[in-house]
């Protein structure tokens, strides 16, 4: 199984950027679906966006299209979410999720909290 630890989370302003990292150990990092999933106060968690597992193939939830990228280094066995734009509704914990066949991994989370 694989490890996830994600990194990268703080107190940002509106309109600022921020980038989110999850390491992957403990197993194959490449063969795994790539996802970031976010749970805002007092609501369900939510994918935003998720990257195969060569990167050729991402999805975004509307929410966050054209703010947000998602990409992978396979060679550093990690991911990546470039956050542009920040908006007060974008605060949450994230989470980094790795999927290959029926497994499912999840990290700790990171913090994003957005000021106006």
């Known amino acids: 199984q694989v490890q996830l630890e994600e990194s990268g989370g703080g107190l940002v302003q509106a309109g600022d950027s921020l980038r989110l990292s999850c390491r992957g150990t403990?197993?194959?990092?490449?063969?795994?679906?790539m996802g970031w999933v976010r749970q805002p106060p007092g609501k369900e968690r939510e994918i935003i966006a998720a990257?195969?597992?060569?990167?050729?193939?991402?999805y975004y939830v509307g929410s966050v299209k054209g703010r947000f990228t998602i990409s992978r280094d396979n060679a550093k066995n990690t991911v990546y979410l470039q956050m542009n734009s920040l908006k007060l509704e974008d605060t949450a914990v994230y989470y980094c999720?790795?999927?290959?066949?029926?497994?499912?991994?999840w990290g700790q989370g990171t913090q994003v909290i957005v000021s106006s």
């Open positions: 999720n790795a999927a290959w066949r029926a497994f499912s991994y």
């Open positions: 403990g197993d194959t990092f490449s063969k795994y679906a």
């Open positions: 990257i195969s597992w060569n990167g050729e193939h991402a």
